[in-house]
C-alpha cells in the first residue's frame, strides 16, 4: 500500500510558512536583537547625531569627518562635551562616563552629583537600538 503524498507535502508546508513567519516577525519588531550582534548605528553616527526621525538618525557631517576619530578625552579637551557624554554612553563605560561629569563639573562651574543629571542635561539617555538609517547633513 502507497503512502499519500499529502503528508508529506502538508509538513513541507507547514515549515515552509513558519520560516516566513517567522523572519517576517524578526525583522518587524525592533527589538529583537541577537546576543552579540551590535548595534547597526556606529559609533561616530551616535556621537555626532543632531536628531532622530523615526527610524533615522540625522548626523552632523562636518563635526563627523573632523572629530569622529576622536577617544572621549580628546573630545572632551576639545570641548565637545555632549559629544564626549554620547561616546562614553556608546561604550558603556562608567569611568569615561564619570569623567565627563567630573570634567564638565571643573569646566562649566556646575555641581552635577550624578550620570542621570547629565543624561538629562543633554538629552541623551542611551543609544537607540531602532534606528535603521542614517543621514549625514
Do not use: H, W
Request: with cysteine; glycine share 8%; aromatic share 12%.
Amino acid at each position: 500500500m502507497k503512502r499519500p503524498l499529502c503528508g508529506g507535502i502538508g509538513v513541507f508546508f507547514f515549515q515552509f510558512a513558519k520560516f516566513f513567519v517567522l523572519q517576517y516577525i524578526k525583522k518587524c519588531d525592533p527589538n529583537t536583537q541577537k546576543a552579540g550582534e551590535e548595534n547597526p548605528l556606529k559609533r561616530e553616527d551616535f556621537v555626532f547625531s543632531i536628531g532622530y526621525a523615526g527610524d533615522t538618525a540625522i548626523v552632523d557631517k562636518g563635526a563627523r569627518a573632523k572629530y569622529g576619530s576622536f577617544s572621549t578625552e580628546q573630545l572632551l579637551q576639545a570641548g565637545l562635551y555632549r559629544s564626549a557624554f554620547c561616546s562614553a554612553l556608546y561604550s558603556e563605560s562608567t569611568e569615561e562616563q564619570q569623567l565627563v561629569l567630573d570634567k564638565v563639573n571643573s569646566d562649566c562651574g556646575t555641581s552635577l552629583t550624578d550620570i542621570s543629571q547629565l543624561k538629562r542635561l543633554y538629552g541623551v539617555f542611551s543609544v537607540p537600538q531602532e534606528v535603521g538609517k542614517v543621514k549625514v547633513l
